[in-house]
């Protein structure tokens, strides 16, 4: 049971942060697909072969600091993820 899991199960509220700008952002991670598959078939954050090709397919960004913004939001994703695999996990929007 994970983080996610444990809190609704007993009802606790979720909270999550209102974004002011760049929600466009998390839609283009979430599009690309926030992870891939490394060689032994884990989760891995996306290269940036596939940031630029699905940068270059789709037109959802063009700016390199945005394809950078997009690496760093799969990496954070992957590193939340495995931070939020237990019920005791600090969630991110608690985090210092």
């Given at each position: 049971?994970?983080?996610?899991?444990?809190?609704?199960?007993?009802?606790?509220?979720?909270?999550?942060?209102?974004?002011?700008?760049?929600?466009?952002?998390?839609?283009?991670?979430?599009?690309?697909?926030?992870?891939?598959?490394?060689?032994?078939?884990?989760?891995?954050?996306?290269?940036?072969?596939?940031?630029?090709?699905?940068?270059?397919?789709?037109?959802?960004?063009?700016?390199?600091?945005?394809?950078?913004?997009?690496?760093?939001?799969?990496?954070?994703?992957?590193?939340?993820?495995?931070?939020?695999a237990t019920?005791?996990?600090?969630?991110?929007?608690?985090?210092?």
């Amino acid at each position: 049971m994970n983080w996610l899991e444990w809190h609704r199960e007993r009802g606790k509220p979720i909270e999550t942060v209102e974004l002011e700008a760049g929600d466009y952002l998390v839609e283009a991670l979430l599009s690309a697909g926030p992870t891939t598959r490394d060689a032994m078939g884990g989760e891995a954050p996306l290269p940036w072969s596939e940031v630029w090709a699905f940068a270059s397919a789709t037109r959802a960004v063009s700016e390199p600091w945005e394809m950078q913004a997009l690496v760093a939001m799969s990496r954070a994703y992957i590193e939340g993820k495995a931070g939020g695999a237990t019920p005791f996990a600090i969630a991110p929007i608690h985090q210092n």
